[in-house]
């Protein structure tokens, strides 16, 4: 049993992130459709309005939920609650859901046409599914280790270094 709930885990782990990942995209492209023509932007808009509910609700939500139901049937077929990494996963899982429900927030206000990030936020917002995805894998592979602390701080620290030279890029670009 353990092999079929950790292959299912991993299955609507991986489409969780895939769903994130695409969503804040379809959000990028349609914060640049507002550049557009009215004609255009109002077909380029309606078509992502259209991407992005489908994309919300019969992969990302689906498959938020599953990867949640079958990691935590593994946590207590398996008794992993007294693990310290585990504690630590569920953690940044439970911030990875904080994550989920603002980007379901950004979701609402653009299916009621309300374009309140600029694609360069959007593009940051994205980067942050990429860490908690590195953060989480780490945990789990180096379980065992000291090593998945060095790995995580390290990629934290490597992500929050690029984002503010990103910054001062274009502080000196300007």
Do not use: C
């Amino acid at each position: 049993m353990y092999f079929y709930l950790k292959a299912l885990h991993i299955i609507f782990v991986v489409s969780w992130f895939a769903g994130l990942f695409y969503m804040v995209r379809l959000f990028i492209y349609h914060t640049e459709a507002e550049t557009k023509d009215d004609q255009e932007k109002s077909i380029l808009q309606s078509q992502f309005k259209i991407m992005e509910h489908r994309l919300w609700y019969i992969i990302t939500w689906p498959a938020a939920i599953l990867a949640t139901l079958f990691g935590y049937w593994l946590v207590f077929e398996m008794n992993l609650w007294t693990q310290p990494w585990m504690m630590v996963k569920l953690i940044l899982t439970s911030l990875l859901w904080v994550y989920h429900l603002i980007t379901h927030r950004i979701y609402l206000d653009y299916a009621q046409n309300k374009v309140n990030w600029s694609s360069g936020k959007l593009r940051m917002w994205n980067e942050v599914a990429t860490l908690w995805l590195v953060s989480i894998v780490f945990v789990v592979v180096l379980k065992g280790t000291m090593d998945w602390i060095y790995g995580t701080v390290g990629f934290f620290t490597v992500g929050v270094l690029l984002m503010l030279g990103i910054r001062l890029y274009r502080r000196v670009d300007k």
